[in-house]
């Protein structure tokens, strides 16, 4: 979880996943553009849980 908004980060069960590990560090780069932010919870066996909050245009 503490690496999740780094660039090229892949968790530890990623082998069999495509990918360069940049989703979610661009993400959180795009959403902070327009004034937002993202709060990520995880639990191990449960779930993960990825929040996205835009300010309200005017």
Known sequence: MPYIFERY???????????SGLGMAIS???????????DVTSESGVGTSIRINLPHAP
């Not at 980060?9 to 990918?19: F, I, K, P, S, V």
């Not at 959180?28 to 993202?38: K, W």
Request: proline share 0%.
């Open 9 to 19: 980060y892949r968790g530890t069960n990623t082998d069999d996943a495509l990918g």
């Open 28 to 38: 959180r780069d795009i959403i902070e553009a327009h004034g937002g932010t993202v």
